[in-house]
């Protein structure tokens, strides 16, 4: 097969001498109907019935700090995270919005997101075909999911997808070549245009898409500076520059705007790599299931792919969005083997490149220039459409609601700091069994302050630590025992216990002289009232 030039990512649609051209969607739907789409599902359900889980705490209470605090915390932990901390520590100086104000950001990004995805759609296979992967992207359970999460993941997914469009952008302006448009208006760039038409031309770029080059450095070293894995989005483009033949000049200006891109996030990968142990060392490598995912995916992207192409050259969308679905989330996958970094979430800008293919796959199977054909009847184009509609609906319209219930999340600290408030008065103190579910309370200071912190040496922002820093075992043990009621925040039953002495002597203290009066099973949590035996009631 020929490659395709960057140049020249249209869709490659015959004209139909003939036949009734049918009407196509104003240009603007494909990035204003994703958008509005993105918008509705991020608001439905925002508060997830009051709940807010531990990564949303950490969000929060890191966010309500002063800046010199927030300052000294980024350099011993979560610098990864800093770029969003300070964007979040702003948007609650102006407004204490509670969970909307928490969430919002993220809604909002999916939206801008969405929109990429229609704007990437539309150059790369029309204006239907943009709508409707814009609208894919937007109704992604995946998606759906981390629209609605107190974290940078969905912005991270923004610039990404906006980089896609600046690099399609920067190789049109750099390219010159000769393209069939398959849209009513005018060739983009190098004479390559977008929509439903028959039009053709030739054409040389008009400039060296300095612009665009431009954006793409400054979108993909924002990406960077919200997570650093936003850069194995690197590895997808060159996968996309190599699949289209792309000229030299083109490949040389794409290079130079990444170098220039990681350049500036250098100060950050060298922070954070001091902080890398600390920061991943909770991941474990990916699991069977994991893998699983990543095939279906992969081999979903695959058919699609195959779907699109045509028999002298591969479909442009194929060729951008497919690296985008498998080389980011592969790449790290593997990588993981050896070092886990693995999770889902940071690399969840590779849902673009499904909603991608699959938007381009509907399209087509809409106009009739796919191979719809059973036999050597063709499938009525229109039926196939709502069938498929259909059964999407009833499959992700289920997933739609999990990821709106608390269940969706590992625990829920608004529960757990209700049980707190309502046993906080009778006892003499409270433990954290581990020491991190101290996070539990840390975002609710008015519930945190009721209690006595028995193992508490130093306060989070004092030693410049998400969760503060304990005593030593044995002064934890005299705490404890000066105590005749004690509350411990857990996990569940089943969850792996920490080795470390201070864990230990809690655990062996609270087991040894005292009874357990009073249990809150919660999402992901235990609320434990201890007392010395013989004094459970009260």
Same mark, same amino acid.
């Given at each position: ?14 004209? @139909? ?5 049918? $009407? !196509? ?22 508060? @997830? ?27 011993? +932990? ?43 759609? @539309? ?45 399609? @952008? ?28 028959? !039009? ?77 142990? !600390? ?20 081999? &979903? ?33 593997? +990588? ?24 381009? &796959? ?19 184009? $229109?039926?196939? +459409? ?32 209700? &049980? ?43 030693? $410049? ?20 009621? +004690? ?19 809690? !655990? ?31």
């Amino acid at each position: 097969m020929t490659g395709t030039r960057p140049a020249d990512l249209a869709e490659r649609v015959p004209a @139909r001498t003939g036949q009734h051209t049918p $009407r !196509r969607p104003p240009a603007w739907t494909a990035t204003a109907v994703p958008a509005v789409a993105a918008l509705a599902l991020g608001l439905w359900g925002l508060g @997830r019935h009051h709940s807010m889980w531990r990564d949303e705490s950490v969000t929060w209470q890191v966010a309500h700090r002063p800046l010199p605090d927030l300052w000294g915390l980024l350099g011993q +932990v979560d610098a990864v995270h800093g770029l969003y901390y300070l964007l979040m520590h702003g948007l609650f100086a102006v407004w204490e919005g509670g969970l909307t104000a928490l969430r919002l950001p993220s809604v909002l990004a999916t939206a801008v997101a969405a929109a990429g995805v229609g704007a990437v759609g @539309r150059r790369l296979a029309g204006t239907r075909a943009g709508l409707l992967s814009g609208v894919t992207f937007a109704a992604l359970p995946m998606v759906q999911q981390y629209a609605q999460e107190g974290r940078a993941y969905a912005l991270v997914c923004a610039a990404v997808v906006w980089a896609t469009y600046a690099l399609l @952008r920067g190789a049109a302006g750099a390219g010159t070549g000769t393209g069939a448009g398959t849209g009513a208006g005018a060739g983009t760039g190098a004479g390559a245009g977008t929509g439903a038409g028959a !039009r053709t031309g030739t054409g040389t770029g008009a400039g060296t898409g300095t612009g665009a080059w431009t954006a793409y450095a400054f979108l993909l070293a924002l990406a960077c500076w919200l997570n650093e894995f936003a850069a194995l989005v690197l590895v997808a483009h060159a996968l996309t520059l190599w699949r289209s033949a792309a000229p030299r000049p083109v490949v040389r200006r794409w290079a130079t705007a990444a170098a220039a891109a990681l350049t500036t996030v250098v100060p950050l990968a060298v922070v954070s790599a001091r902080q890398a142990e !600390r920061q991943l060392g909770w991941l474990g490598r990916p699991s069977v299931s994991a893998w699983l995912m990543f095939a279906a995916l992969t081999i &979903a992207g695959l058919l699609l792919s195959r779907y699109l192409c045509h028999r002298t050259a591969p479909a442009p969308t194929a060729a951008v969005a497919l690296p985008l679905l498998v080389a980011p989330t592969g790449l790290l996958m593997t +990588v993981s083997l050896i070092k886990p970094w693995y999770v889902d979430r940071y690399v969840l800008y590779g849902m673009a490149g499904l909603a991608l293919l699959a938007g381009a &796959a509907l399209d087509r199977l809409l106009a009739g220039t796919g191979p719809c054909v059973l036999g050597t009847r063709r499938l009525p184009r $229109r039926g196939v +459409v709502w069938t498929l509609t259909l059964a999407a609906f009833a499959v992700l319209l289920p997933w739609s609601l999990q990821v709106r219930s608390v269940d969706s999340r590992k625990d829920d600290v608004i529960a757990v700091q209700k &049980a707190v408030r309502a046993e906080a008065g009778a006892a003499d103190g409270v433990l954290f069994l581990p020491a991190r579910r101290r996070e539990w309370l840390l975002s609710s200071p008015g519930t945190y302050d009721r209690v006595r912190d028995l193992a508490l040496d130093r306060s989070p922002a004092a030693s $410049r630590t998400l969760e503060g820093t304990e005593l030593p075992a044995a002064v934890i043990r005299r705490r404890i025992l000066a105590a005749d009621r +004690v509350l411990a925040l857990t996990d569940p039953l089943g969850q792996p216990l920490d080795p470390y002495p201070q864990e230990a002597v809690k !655990r062996d203290t609270l087991r040894d002289h005292f009874e357990a009066c009073r249990t809150y099973t919660l999402h992901g949590a235990r609320v434990v009232v201890y007392a010395r035996p013989g004094h459970c009631t009260g």
